[in-house]
């Protein structure tokens, strides 16, 4: 691994089978993975939903279960799943994440979880163990939401967290709407909504992501299980003033949306510090976006999480109150609205407890179990099936950055890791 610079199963048991010699193993897996959607220039990747690279993901998700002789299908919304044994008979053990990225993001971000569930059933081959309960491999679609401005897109869809009628409303940038997306790209819009009977059928759902902090760096552990995904939303911030020419206009005659926004995001910051929390200014649009002129619009988008919905509550109304206070002062009309919201998620306590009882069988040491502010498609799931986490060590705690890293050998540890839980929950 380099360093990112940056037909249906039987009913019968499923029986894991022999491994295909022509099998890629995961270095080779992510090799392969690796060029999909990465730019040039910036080595981050733009693996956006419903785009040529989302596509070719998809296409090496098709060939990786194909080469174990897995059954594929791909759901009402999208996501993609990949099969050993029959989706029919219940109580399934489901694996896997996202391919999908945020915009020039890092390589480990979701496909990590995706290699990772294809090289631990190579794994369990190896071990020559023989499933009780179906196995499924899945890949969920726009996780990151960085086209249409929504994350966990599929996961939302599928667990009847996004209506149809939200679902048609979401646009990307160049106006184009969600359901035109699925259309260009070969699918049905008409066909998404919940799929209760598909949830209804899984058993346990884990998914295993790169650490997007450094609590496993600090504890000097591989691997850890996750207990919650703190409290987190997207607000959207619109500042209105007038445009004007920026040689001509007086200072004083100004009604310059940019000074509210500028001191909003500081306000952010300061918010952030007192409640204990984290605030982000990450997005922006103006209007009408000339170098030679004052703007008319100014829209900001801020990212707010927090270890408890209190925290979280005082950050935002601590911005909002900052940003009508500037707003006032400059002449602005300012509007906030919320676009999305995803209240604290405490991962299933029994599963949670099974995956540190499975991973602490051959080692005294107590396996670390620890909180994150990321969202995940776990957590959207989490109210709908019994969900949990596994997280691999990340060295420098960099994400959403072509300088996102694991090492190879932390990697392995993960997918050995991914092994034993499936190990103890499909095969007991």
């Given amino acids: 691994m380099t360093h990112p610079e940056g037909a249906r199963g039987t009913a019968r048991p499923a029986t894991a089978g022999p491994q295909s010699p022509a099998t890629p193993d995961f270095t080779a897996m992510w090799r392969d993975l690796q060029p999909i959607g990465r730019d040039k220039d910036t080595r981050g990747y733009r693996r956006y939903a419903w785009t040529a690279a989302d596509a070719d993901c998809k296409v090496w998700f098709k060939e990786q279960a194909e080469n174990r002789g897995l059954t594929l299908e791909v759901d009402r919304n999208g996501n993609q799943w990949a099969w050993l044994g029959d989706p029919e008979a219940g109580d ?4 896997g994440s996202h391919l999908d990225s945020v915009p020039d993001g890092g390589a480990f971000d979701g496909p990590l979880g995706v290699v990772s569930s294809f090289a631990a059933l190579d794994e369990l081959r190896r071990r020559g163990v023989e499933f009780t309960k179906p196995l499924a491999i899945t890949n969920f679609g726009d996780e990151e939401g960085a086209r249409f401005g929504l994350a966990c897109v599929g996961s939302r869809l599928t667990g009847g967290h996004l209506t149809r009628e939200q679902a048609f409303a979401l646009k990307d940038g160049d ?16 066909a998404i909504g919940p799929d209760p009977e598909r949830l209804a059928r899984i058993g346990a759902f884990i998914e295993l992501h790169v650490e997007q902090g450094r609590a496993l ?11 919650s995904i703190w409290p987190h939303g997207r607000w959207r911030f619109d500042f209105r003033g007038e445009a004007n020419h920026a040689g001509t206009t007086r200072l004083v005659d100004r009604r310059d949306p940019m000074l509210s926004y500028a001191e909003t995001v500081l306000a952010a910051r300061r918010e952030a510090e007192l409640a204990g929390s984290v605030a982000t200014f990450g997005k922006i649009s103006v209007e009408p976006n000339g170098v030679n002129a004052i703007p008319s619009l100014v829209r900001g988008w801020l ?7 209190d925290a979280l509550d005082q950050t935002v109304t601590g911005i909002e109150k900052a940003a009508r206070e500037y707003a006032e002062k400059h002449g602005i009309d300012v509007s906030l609205t919320r676009e999305s919201f ?3 998620v ?19 040491l107590a396996v670390p179990v620890l909180g994150t502010g990321a969202g995940h498609d776990a957590g959207i799931l989490a109210s709908s099936i019994p969900t949990a986490m596994l997280f691999v060590r990340n060295p420098t705690g960099v994400s959403h950055s072509p ?3 694991a ?16 190990e103890g929950l499909a095969c007991t």
């Fill in 92 to 95: 399934a053990v489901v694996t």
């Fill in 175 to 190: 106006g184009v709407s969600l359901p035109q997306a699925m259309e260009r790209a070969g699918y049905d819009p008409e």
């Fill in 217 to 227: 760096d600090l504890s000097g552990d591989a691997v850890g299980v996750a207990s």
């Fill in 303 to 309: 990212d707010s999480r927090a270890a408890d919905q």
């Fill in 342 to 344: 995803t209240p604290v």
């Fill in 346 to 364: 405490e991962f299933d306590h029994a599963l949670r407890d099974e995956l540190t009882r499975i991973l602490g069988t051959d080692t005294d």
């Fill in 403 to 405: 300088a996102e890293f």
């Fill in 407 to 422: 090492a190879e050998d932390d990697c392995l540890a993960g997918v050995r890791a991914l092994a034993d839980v499936l």
